[in-house]
């Protein structure tokens, strides 16, 4: 599968798990550990390998896409010390949900079209396979362990400005 469709797909699934959780037909708990996981385990493949991969078609966007996923991870951090009897944990869905919703745009519009344009197909299904296996992974490793402590720094400041990111692109 290409790399883009690989996380097309991902976001269909954190999609599906917002709509589940605001149904509030089923215990938020659990709903919440799966919605963290994917979407932690998500943003890192994105930090980590994809963003490197292409920063240079499009260095503005990318760098956007790591400030949106620094303060999405701010915003799921929140919602994860958050009680479901909580007056503010609805609010702290849709919030983190609508910011995701509108970095998602972003990337499907904007950002997938260029990267298809730019790499060839070939390269993109490689990249695909690659970042599938990372992303088992990093699901397995769970959210608990990928988030970092506290709220002075995000996993995406840790990978936009990890050197890999910018030797490749910035020299
Ligand atoms: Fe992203
Ligand atoms: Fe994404």
């Given at each position: 599968?290409k790399?883009t ?13 917002f709509?589940?959780?605001?149904s ?5 708990g659990?709903?919440?550990a799966e ?16 963003y ?21 991870e701010l915003a799921l951090?929140r919602?994860l010390?958050?009680?479901p009897e909580d ?5 702290r869905?849709?919030?983190?949900k ?5 970095h998602?745009?972003?990337e499907?519009e ?6 298809e344009?730019a790499i060839?197909?070939?390269q ?5 396979k690659?970042l599938k296996?990372?992303?088992e ?6 959210y608990?362990?990928l988030l ?13 400005h990890?050197?890999h ?7």
């Open positions: 599968m790399a469709s690989l996380l097309e797909k991902q976001h269909r699934k954190v999609e599906s798990i709509k589940q959780l605001e509030g037909r089923s215990e938020p659990p709903l919440l919605l963290a996981n994917e979407l932690v385990a998500h943003m890192a493949i994105e930090q980590e390998s994809f490197p991969a292409v920063r240079q078609i499009k260095e503005d966007l990318i760098l956007e896409s790591y400030e949106e996923h620094a303060i999405a951090k919602l010390s958050t009680d007056i503010s944990f609805k609010a869905v849709t919030t983190l609508e910011l995701i919703q509108h998602v745009e972003e499907e904007e950002l997938f079209p260029k990267v344009e060839e197909a070939k993109l299904e490689q990249l695909g690659a296996a990372e992303f992974q990093r699901l397995a490793e769970g608990e362990a970092p402590a506290g709220y002075k720094k995000t996993s995406a400041d840790k990978a936009s990890a050197k990111a910018n030797g490749a692109n910035l020299g």
